[in-house]
């Protein structure tokens, strides 16, 4: 059995050929009224989502993430600014009309209805012919690994299986986008992480453009082509898993996604396409600047550094290529893969390294101990002015 792709097949070019975005919110502002009192959940996103992305919205509780999937499906009505499928307005357009599905982390399937029922409930809606049902119904169980299961009820299915048959159930439709709420939300860690690896295929197998909505960034990093990271009702950086990873443009992105380091130094030095920062005696600390970020030497500029690309040792690394920071051991905490490392620096900021474990079982310093912590200048990355 094949499943079709059906993005593309259906995509409606724009007038100089190209595809039009599949999912586009412009200037989206949503406010609800609340027991007299306003409450803004989205404040102007701007977004273009392409056809066949899997992207995700990132952000913690009540940023406005399940808001901005219910506006893109219909469900709400923005009090600001337009929502367009494929290029065509459709922000007055009923949710049944859009073309898009949604699947929520509680599955909301039908309990008295067996597993292909509740597939074949959308195609049988629309008076689709019994065999065609068959067979559509049939391809999808194929598609999440469920054929042999048509006759179980939800209950008798486990918390992984009953996702896929939601899954199915929104796919079988045909949406040209799927809007998936918290999907692996009710899953434990492990399950979760296998039908992270599932999703993902099944995106790939069928084309659709997937729109993900998580709190878990681990999530996020692992399925996504883009993520928008989401904070108070807008976007704070969108990017590949790997831009917003290694290159967060805000404190808040630095915060939410991983663990990172924030560093702030006084400027001494300002060259064309980087800043040299004092840090406490002999610590020094190169940063590249990215376009549209002017510092002058005097001012305090703040940076992240991963925890990953940090070195420790007992002695001074020579010349001036590599940042430096001395500081004194604090925790050391062994990891398995890794062993963490806290250090104390001359500034007071504590910096946190991350080591592989993969040469030596030993620990290169313990509590107590005076380290130099460095790191290649292009692990720098600024954020703007310390305030
Ligand atoms: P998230 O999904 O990121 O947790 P939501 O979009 O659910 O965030 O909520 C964003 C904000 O909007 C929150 O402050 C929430 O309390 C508020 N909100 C959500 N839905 C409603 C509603 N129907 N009426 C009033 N306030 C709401
Ligand atoms: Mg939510």
């Known amino acids: 059995m094949t499943v079709t792709r059906h993005s593309g097949v259906r995509a409606d070019a724009a007038p100089d050929g190209s595809a039009p975005p599949a999912i586009e919110l412009v200037g989206v502002r949503k406010t609800y009224r609340a027991r007299g009192a306003d409450v803004t959940a ?37 009090t600001a600014g337009a929502i367009r499928l494929q290029g065509r307005d459709v922000t007055g357009v009923p949710a049944d009309r859009r073309d898009v599905n949604m699947v929520f982390q509680s599955y909301a399937l039908f309990p008295h209805m067996n597993v292909f029922e509740n597939v074949a409930f959308g195609p049988r809606r629309r008076g689709a012919a019994k065999r065609e049902i068959a067979d559509r119904v049939g391809a999808m169980l194929e598609l999440v690994d469920l054929t042999g299961r048509e006759r179980r009820r939800p209950a008798e299915l486990s918390g992984g299986q009953q996702q896929r048959v939601a899954l199915a159930r929104a796919l079988v439709n045909r949406p ?9 939300g ?96 002999a610590g020094r600390i190169s940063v590249p600047l990215r376009s549209g970020l002017t510092v002058a030497a005097g001012e305090r500029l703040e ?37 963490s490392y806290s250090v104390a620096t001359a500034t007071g900021a504590d910096v946190v390294a991350f080591l592989q474990n993969a040469t030596s079982a030993d620990e290169i310093a313990v509590r107590g101990d005076a380290v130099w912590l460095s790191w290649d200048p292009r692990h720098s990355y600024a954020i703007g002015a310390a305030t």
């Open 303 to 339: 940076l992240t550094v991963r925890p990953e690309k940090i070195g420790i040792g007992p002695d001074a690394p020579d010349g001036d290529a590599l940042c430096r920071v001395r500081g004194t051991v604090t925790e050391v905490v062994y990891q398995g893969t890794s062993t």
């Open 42 to 78: 989205v404040r102007g996103l701007d977004l273009a989502i392409a056809q066949g992305e899997f992207f995700s919205l990132l952000g913690p509780s009540g940023c406005g993430k399940t808001t901005t999937m219910r506006l893109v499906a219909g469900f709400e009505a923005p």
């Open 186 to 281: 009710a899953l434990d860690l492990k399950l979760r992480q296998a039908m992270q690896v599932e999703l993902k295929r099944i995106q790939r197998e069928v084309g659709v453009t997937f729109v993900h909505v998580t709190h878990d960034q681990g999530e996020a990093l692992t399925m996504s082509d883009r993520i928008a990271v989401m904070n108070e009702g807008r976007i704070e950086q969108l990017g590949t898993p790997r831009e917003v990873y290694e290159h967060p443009a805000t404190r808040f992105t630095a915060g939410f996604i991983g663990t990172s380091n924030l560093l702030s130094g006084e400027v001494a030095e300002v060259t064309a396409d980087r800043a040299v920062l004092r840090y406490g005696p």
């Open 176 to 184: 040209r986008a799927l809007l998936l709420d918290e999907p692996l």
